[in-house]
Every structure is written in C-alpha cells, then in structure tokens.
C-alpha cells in the first residue's frame, strides 16, 4: 500500500517509516512532486492536520496523511501547544524553542508536559483521524542529541532518558507519534485488502 506522509520534515518521515515497517510504502511530499509550504492556519491540532492532508488529497489526488504535534506544559497553561514548531517565531528554530521554553519555566517547580499528536488520514476519499499523547516532564537542561525538537528536554513519565537519548525503537515504543502511527498502522492493516 502506498500513502503519502504530507511532511517536509525527514526526521518525521524517518521516524514513521521505522514504526509502520516495511508494509507500507511511505512517499514524501517531493516525492509526489510537492514542493510548496502546507498551510498550517489552524486554531487545534486538528484543524492543521487536516489542513495539511486535505491540501496534498486536494491538489495530488493521493491518499495521505498528515500530522500536528503539540507540546502542553501545564505551568504554561498548555503553551506552546499549536504553536510548537513557531514558538520563538519564525524562521522556526527547534533551539531557540528550546531556548524560550527553558526560559518560560525557569522558576517553575512544576515541569509537567505533553506532547500530544493528531493524524489526519484520507484515504478512499473518507477521513479519519488518531490521536497519541504520552505525559512526562520539561528538563532544567537539554539532554541527548538525537530525535528532533524538544526531544533533549522532554523525559517521558516513568523513563530516565530523554526522547533525545533514545533510540529511535525505543522512542517509537512510548512516543505520542509513535502511539499515533500504531492507531494508523492498525487501521489501515485492518483495511488492507
């Protein structure tokens, strides 16, 4: 089964090919010739996954998927939530993200958080979405140099690593992504004819 992933980020890609395997042919926006920015207007997780799905069925005619993630800091009051990837403004910088959320929580004693990602899937024309969400905390310093994002701060409840420290497997295992592409992948294991 071939499915776009409407994403021009290769981590995201590479982190989706590891977890849905080799059952799936997972194509990249270049690949279908896509080469512009996906509109990302939206108010929720939701809406921009959706945006960005619809964009790609719309104008490719592809099945596709699409996601947003959001990061949830409680102290925050769910900030940078939708606003995650342009939290220090643009052009998007995943360390001067990191920089201002630091910065956010310096005298803070509670560092709780979530990342929470929405998929949107079009597929036969028909729309479904899956959610993931693992809880955790917000380290005082960065950790790690792997995965992407707020990976170096974010620790997963329960584990001593943070997602930057991981594996990727391992990352895959516990991940709101991962947890997400597991829904998709169930889904569309089920639909396969």
Known sequence: MKICFATNNPKKIEEVKSALGDRFEIVSLKEIGCFEELPE????LDQNAFQ???FVHDKFGVDCFADDT???VESLN???GVYSGRY??????DQRNIEKLLENLKNQENRRARFRTVIALIIGGKEFSFEGIVDGEILKEETGDGGFGYDPIFKASGK???FAEMSLEEKNEISHRGLAVKKLSKFLMERKP
């Open 78 to 80: 769910g900030d940078p």
């Open 52 to 54: 960005k799905a619809r």
């Open 41 to 44: 207007t939206g108010d929720t």
């Open 160 to 162: 001593s690593l943070s």
């Open 70 to 72: 959001g990061l949830e």
């Open 88 to 93: 220090a403004g643009e052009p998007r910088s």
